[in-house]
């Protein structure tokens, strides 16, 4: 090969204006560009990519290239290489594998060799992903900021340092955080997904790395459950099979009694062990899960506590913007795994199938309440319309109906720009005992394509649309819903036109209430509360007259965690409260025999002695606490309901979940503390 030429030698220095352009040296379709450029006698390439980089773009951008090398400009030589990827929206690894193998191909073919290729514009994420083939292309890549910058370190016959690069300073994007979040999912919900150990999935100095290895860890321990399930499954039906030949066997020995009752026995024992069997699998299933859950949220409570914190601190448009940013994502992981946890709960059929009474109207005041915020922030206006004549009082699921429109209302604000969306509720069938409604909610957003209606409601699923991508999320909001609603006895249905809105639509029965006590529900209108804010940084308490008695109220912060127990000191002391910590059961005890104090937070997992047995001997009279019925709330990262039954059934007044978020914290020691102000 002829080698490079020295570029200080051979005429004016290199630059952008120099290069030459062809038609046939291109492709482009409305997702996707690939462009080649050279300077004549220089052996100098220029490419630009840019877009969403599928297979079939690095097929067409292949052929670009060898046009341009069939014309005999680099045959029998090398040359430098300066590629721009500022444009790249996205660059799948099928993508990068394909064009890798196919450049190899061409450069013995036209025996020729890119010793130096200048990266500019890429993001950290694909510097990794290209840094992934280098070796295999036998290319050095250089990663600059501009195209400028490549010319200049060309012309200066300079390259920067491996050690140089290394020094580079290092962000996580949102996008990141999203794509970890997906996969966490992924592990944990779906059979087919792997993770391997020694798979790299960013650069060793990244900061999601150490993060990529311990998920993988964890996933190779939820396969191996998995796999201890697939097996108990089996046993279950072989034992199942076992009891259908034992059965025709009693059948044609039915005259030998004897025989008979031996058969009988040994088929009921069979059907015991694989039930207990099957409960021991979906025990050990569930404990996973729930363990998992509470070793997130341990530390998510440490980042969102402490951000929430922070953005109530003086801080710089810069240091306001970064936190704001952390805090946002770290509520989408914690949306996450809640939606993890639903999920759950759904599809191991441990859903709450007693009835209670409900209001539709209440409901959806709450709701509106909840949300208005939201909708005001993005422009839009959000409207409830129930038909008149609903009965105030209804036997239904009004924890499973309330949550199933929260998502749909949530999906509709997420994906509508401009216009509004609407609640309507209105009567399809009535009589004296029963009624059916029609509940929907509509949307003037980007709407959905006819041919993917049906991907929308598949778990960890989301349109590959421009706009839907934007906005993100693990794909389980509608799922859930989907499920819940076919659980209360309805069909979730779609109606929707691209680019015009969409309509999400179920019907619903219910049956009335014999003693209906009609109250006056809720307002329901456009009231907007501190249009302002932002939604995602909490409201800064109010001072009131009763600030000064609030600082001399003590609270006994029961937690062993450090962390925690600063997140939660400084949430209590920036709403004017006095703390003492204690960080087992045995020192609040002790706490509680010498001073007073208005309420304890309490902890549930500690050494020593745990929040449940603390409880239990608070309440009891003979231990010698000052205030027996002090108010406990317990405050702790397991989030089941059978964990807030089990702290309730021991004596505590209320229960909170980590992550504990400022509203939250103040609405339990408004309800708890007598003429709290905070």
Known sequence: MKPLPDNRKTGAPLQMAMVRFNPEWAYENTNAYYRIGIIPGRHLMFTSVGGDLQPECASKAIEVLERLLDTEHFTNSTYTRIADFSGVVKLPINTRLLYANALNKLHSKYNCQAEITYICGASLLLRTMLRSIASYVKQHLVFVTTVDEAFDLINKKSVISAEQQKLEMITITRQEMNDFAEICGQILLDDTYSVDENRNFLCSDHPLHELYKIISVLNSDLRELQRSERE?????????????????????????????????????????????????????????LANMSHEIRTPLHGVIGMTELLLETRLDSQQRSYSNTAYVSARQLHQLINHILDFSKIESGRLDKETSVLDIKAICSEIFSLLNDNALKKGLLLTVNIAEGIPGALFGYPVYLQQALINLVQNAIKFTYKGEVMVGIEPVSDTPEKIILRIAVRDTGIGIPEEQKELVFQRFTQLDSSATRKEGGAGLGLAITTKLVEFMGGQLNLKSTENKGSEFWFTLPFVKAADETKKPSAGIGQAVKNPELPADIPEKPQPSEESDQQRKTRLLLVEDNIINQKVAAAMLSKLNFRVDTATNGIEALDALKTNDYALVIMDLQMPVMGGLEAVKAIRNRETGIADPDIPVVAMTANATQEDKDECLNAGMNAFITKPVMMQDLQDVLKKWIPRCSC
């Open 232 to 288: 108990q499954k089996c046993q279950i039906e072989a034992a199942l099979e076992n009891a259908r030949s034992l059965n025709l066997s009693l059948e044609e020995e039915k005259k030998n009694a004897q025989k008979n009752e031996e058969i009988q026995r040994i088929l009921i024992e069979s059907l015991k062990k694989a039930r207990k069997e099957a409960e021991i699998a979906s025990k050990a299933k569930s404990e996973f």
